[in-house]
């Protein structure tokens, strides 16, 4: 049972270019959530997402950032005209009900 | 203010050295749970506590859940070079959604 895969494991873009992360959950996960490090820091809760369902976003600059979770294929974290400020490990984590979450490896974002 | 805060922020120790890392919060807690992140890597699930006064062992590590449920600690036993990481609490809500503290970046050196 492959565990949460994230991709890329590392992405350079430039000042004003998009950023696109993908997180395929655990098989037979249906929950995922997205969470952002900065170094020395830990973990900041962004957006939960269920199947085709944002469940909650509370944690997600409203500007610039979207997630999805479509029906099928990975889950999506999108950052849209990134700033160096977004430089930061991304994490995310799948859950179903009874279970632990499990994390990925996490991609790391530079923006230069 | 965060909702846990962890401490000390920072610790390097000598290989078999004993340690003990807090996470101390004014919020009472179900359950809290305890990561590991090893540098490149995400958290790893250390352990779950959800009695007041629970203390469960996993190897040398020894981890307690305050009899209030408002705090924890970690303490480790003889530590190796191995146990270099950054430790995290957590405490789950009802979505499983996880609000971490800021972690104890500990560095044991041989």
């Known amino acids: 049972n492959a565990g949460v895969m994230q991709n890329p494991r590392h992405l350079v873009r430039r000042r004003g270019q998009e950023a696109r992360l993908r997180c395929s959950p655990m098989?037979?996960?249906?929950?995922v959530y997205w969470y952002r490090q900065l170094p020395e820091e830990g973990l900041k809760f962004m957006v939960y997402l269920q199947k085709e369902n944002i469940i909650d976003e509370s944690g997600m600059p409203k500007e610039r950032f979207s997630a999805e979770f479509p029906k099928e294929g990975p889950s999506i974290l999108r950052i849209q005209q990134v700033v160096r400020g977004d430089s930061a490990a991304y994490f995310c984590?799948?859950?179903?009900?009874?279970?632990?979450?499990?994390f990925g490896q996490g991609t790391r974002l530079t923006v230069v | 203010t965060q909702l846990l805060e962890q401490s000390p922020q920072f610790l390097s120790i000598q290989e078999g050295e004993n340690l003990t890392v807090y996470c101390n919060s004014s919020s009472v807690f179900s359950s809290l749970q305890w990561y590991r992140q090893e540098p490149g890597e995400g958290p790893v699930l250390l352990v779950t506590?959800?009695?007041?006064?629970e203390v469960k062992k996993l190897k040398r590590l020894t981890f307690q859940f305050g009899d209030a449920r408002k705090d924890s600690s970690l303490h480790i036993t003889a530590a190796q070079p191995g146990d270099t990481g950054l430790y995290l609490c957590a405490v789950p809500n009802a979505g499983n959604m996880l609000t971490f503290g800021g972690g104890t970046r500990l560095m044991v050196k041989p």
């Open positions: 506590v959800v009695t007041g006064g």
């Open positions: 984590a799948s859950w179903e009900q009874g279970h632990e979450a499990f």
């Open positions: 098989k037979g996960h249906s929950h």
